[in-house]
């Protein structure tokens, strides 16, 4: 089985910066395209970034483009999710998620971590 393990979420301020990292176990996750996916309260999933299994190509989507860079370390069986000039609508859990992979204008995966708590305060 695939297990996602999510770290790095906290709270700051507007304008910060955090990193979350996404380590696997039990099976290697380098084959799979990876994402990041968010839920604010109230809201449902979104999707955030993703990144090919290489490494090679990645997405993101309109509102944090510029703010977000998304990368992966296949050797680790990590994956990482810098995210700078963080604003109060980026609060949410973010998740985790292998096999990703894109369907017209929406994405969707297959596996899933627990989540991590980010909070951005005004």
């Known amino acids: 089985q695939v297990q996602l393990v999510e770290s790095g979420g906290g709270l700051v301020q507007a304008g910060d910066s955090l990193r979350l990292s996404c380590a696997a176990s039990g099976r290697t996750v380098s084959s799979y395209a990876m994402g990041w996916f968010r839920q604010a309260p109230g809201k449902e999933r979104e999707f955030v970034a993703a990144?090919?299994?290489?490494?090679?190509?990645?997405y993101y989507a309109d509102s944090v483009k510029g703010r977000f860079t998304i990368s992966r370390d296949n050797a680790n069986d990590m994956v990482y999710l810098q995210m700078n000039s963080l604003k109060p609508e980026d609060t949410a859990v973010y998740y985790c998620?292998?096999?990703?992979?894109?369907?017209?204008?929406?994405?969707?995966?297959?596996?899933w971590g627990q989540g991590t708590q980010v909070t951005v305060s005004s």
């Open positions: 990144i090919s299994w290489s490494g090679g190509s990645t």
């Open positions: 998620a292998a096999d990703t992979i894109r369907e017209g204008s929406s994405w969707a995966s297959r596996y």
